[in-house]
């Protein structure tokens, strides 16, 4: 069954990042914008990674053909997915959000076909086309059509997918160099001085939180840049395939945080449509491409 530990690792990342979803959307129901939580988050988050670096004693000196690389990590990997994800996410239900995140092994496999000349076996094209199937009745086009689902959401979730595809496909090449707590930290310092040049919060020092939305706050930035810890420590000991399959445990542990937490329900499209999503993810990566 391979590494244990790195089953345990990236299990433990799904999870987290499913709670992240649904404790990101409550904090939005306090009155915060998803901006100025996300850069707040972020900053945390970084903090976090550089006391991990510390912590662990290893050297955090990139070599430099690596600094391209990394920076792409955090700005288009770290920073993109993070605001695609979490606007679409103050527009979305959890549920629905992550569901569409998780379309992103689709993109991964995709990207193989068109920048590494892979060929597809009927198993994966099957797949491709249960994704595809999946997402339409995740959105449910008979609801978007009388206002119910913002579509622009929707695709703003679906670009989250695909920058997210991105993350794990260069976060492979990256650890196979580099730790595991260095990659961590400078893609979260990327990203976040690009939140920072892009939305430039110095109002954030003025910012005036109750005491629920501190600590709401806090809670997201441990359980949204925890995870990614975590899912590279469990990446870099089993691989980006078998890493995908084991953290489409994220989506279930999310539908009923959402359910239990914030009320949200799926109809009966929206059910089938994360069970397609979730075989297609599975059979993308159980089945080798040739």
């Known amino acids: 069954m391979g590494n244990w530990y790195g089953y345990f690792l990236v299990i433990a990342s799904a999870a987290l990042f499913g709670a ?3 404790v990101v959307k409550f904090t939005y129901s306090t009155g915060l914008a998803p901006i100025p939580v996300l ?3 972020n900053t945390c988050g970084m903090i976090l990674a550089w006391g991990w670096v510390i912590a662990s004693g290893k050297s955090a000196k990139l070599p430099r053909p690596l600094v391209p690389r990394m920076a792409a990590q955090g ?7 993070s605001i ?16 569409l995140l998780y379309t992103y092994p689709a993109f991964v496999v995709l990207y193989g076909v068109l920048f590494r000349n892979y060929t ?3 198993s994966q ?6 994704a595809l199937v999946g997402i339409i009745f995740c959105v449910d086009i008979l609801e978007a059509q009388v206002g119910r689902v913002a579509l622009w959401a929707v695709a703003l979730a679906l670009g989250s997918a695909v920058t997210n595809a ?6 492979e090449r990256l650890l196979a160099v580099c730790e595991t707590p260095v990659v961590t930290a400078w893609a979260l310092t990327f990203s976040t001085a690009t939140m920072y040049l892009a939305y430039q919060p110095l109002w954030l020092l003025e910012a005036n939180l109750s005491g629920q939305q501190m600590a709401l706050v806090a809670g997201g930035a441990f359980l949204c840049n925890i995870p990614l810890m975590l899912y590279f420590a469990g990446l870099k000991r089993i691989g980006a395939n078998i890493s995908a399959i084991v953290s489409t445990v994220e989506i279930p542990f999310t539908l009923i945080l959402a359910w239990l937490i914030l009320q949200e329900t799926l109809n009966g499209y929206q059910i089938v449509g994360g069970v ?14 040739e």
Do not use: D, E
């Open 20 to 22: 992240s979803s649904v």
């Open 166 to 171: 991105f993350i794990s496909i260069n976060g």
């Open 125 to 130: 094209k099957t797949a491709l086309a249960m």
């Open 75 to 81: 700005v288009l990997g770290g920073f993109l997915t």
């Open 276 to 289: 397609l999503i979730m075989a297609s993810v599975i059979i993308l990566y159980r089945q080798r491409i």
């Open 120 to 122: 597809l076996g009927v």
């Open 39 to 41: 850069i707040m988050q």
């Open 84 to 99: 695609l994800f979490y606007t679409a996410l103050g527009q979305l239900g959890a549920a629905l959000a992550t569901l």
